[in-house]
């Protein structure tokens, strides 16, 4: 199914349901927040209507089942929700008994569902704008600053042309040099970040190719960019649960080590010797 905001697609629609399926739309419409993560069968018993008649709702909203359409409601009202009404979902959903099992269930689920997902050509894409840039800018806020940070790390190993943006309100003087022949790398997932957003509009306008690292192709990044790279992300009480973004950089840094310059493993080699020199890391007994 394209990628639209359903909770429009059913405002859209609404006047052409039957009866039950209105009901439906209707209870959806004023309580995403919890349709969003509720069964087929527990959403039949709220409206009052059986189960295969939620099963052609979606169907009629052009998704090849239940489960896909439910999918499609978290991603669009992820970027809804008050860290208090994920709580709330939170307490609804989740098994406090069984905590663990949850969140790492949900964690393979989201790096399944990436691995399908993936554009392999936008990632090619990526992958060779990145190693041709002139200068690569790395921009994360929030919660998405650890991804950004991990990236640049790895990234300054690489390259000499790589900069993590701080978070900091002098980012856009730290974006003054950026220019065409340059490229961004943009992430925010789920409540979206508005300075991310206003960074990639500056890049925009002097000419910097925008790669955006979001969760679809719905997101406002993904909109105002030039690649975008999908990653399936979830939240769990009041926080983000980033597994799969991070899964899809390790693949990046690995895709991006074969390209970068020089000779990867001559550069590491005087890396050890630096670290040991400088007595970096801890020297264990053998």
């Known amino acids: 199914m394209v990628d639209i905001d359903i909770l429009l697609a059913i405002e859209a629609k609404a006047g052409g349901f039957s009866k039950g ?3 439906i739309a209707e209870y959806i419409l004023q309580n995403y927040d919890k349709a969003a993560f509720m069964t087929a069968n527990k959403l039949a018993k709220k409206t009052d209507v059986s189960e295969s008649t939620v099963v052609r709702f979606a169907a009629e909203l052009g998704y090849d089942g239940y489960p896909e ?3 499609a409601l978290q991603s669009t009202i992820r970027s ?3 860290s208090v009404q994920r709580i709330q ?3 609804d959903t989740i098994d406090s008994r069984d905590i663990l099992s949850h969140v790492l269930s949900s964690d393979i689920d989201q790096i399944r569902l990436t691995m399908d997902e993936t554009d392999s050509d936008d990632f090619t894409r990526a992958v060779n704008s990145i190693a041709n840039a002139k200068n690569i800018y790395i921009f994360g806020l929030r919660s998405s600053s650890f991804l950004a940070n991990f990236m640049g790390f790895y990234f300054n190993l690489l390259f000499n042309n790589s900069r993590v943006l701080s978070e900091s309100p002098s980012v856009f003087e730290e974006l003054i040099r950026l220019s065409e022949g340059d490229v961004l790398i943009a992430i925010s ?3 979206y970040s508005q300075r991310t957003i206003r960074a990639i509009d500056y890049a925009r306008d002097v000419g910097a190719e925008i790669i955006a690292i979001t969760d679809s192709r719905m997101s406002p990044l993904a909109k105002l960019s030039d690649i975008t790279l999908c990653a399936r992300s979830d939240m769990v009480l009041f926080l983000d649960t980033l597994v799969a973004p991070l899964s899809l950089i390790n693949a990046l840094i690995v895709a991006v080590s074969e390209k970068a310059p020089g000779d ?3 550069n590491f080699e005087r890396l050890e010797r630096i670290w040991d020199e400088y007595g970096v890391y801890e ?3 053998a």
């Open 21 to 23: 399926r209105r009901r």
């Open 69 to 71: 359409m439910r999918r």
């Open 80 to 82: 809804k929700l008050t």
């Open 89 to 91: 979902v939170a307490k």
């Open 189 to 191: 997932f789920p409540r």
């Open 264 to 266: 990867l493993h001559e």
């Open 283 to 285: 020297k264990l007994d």
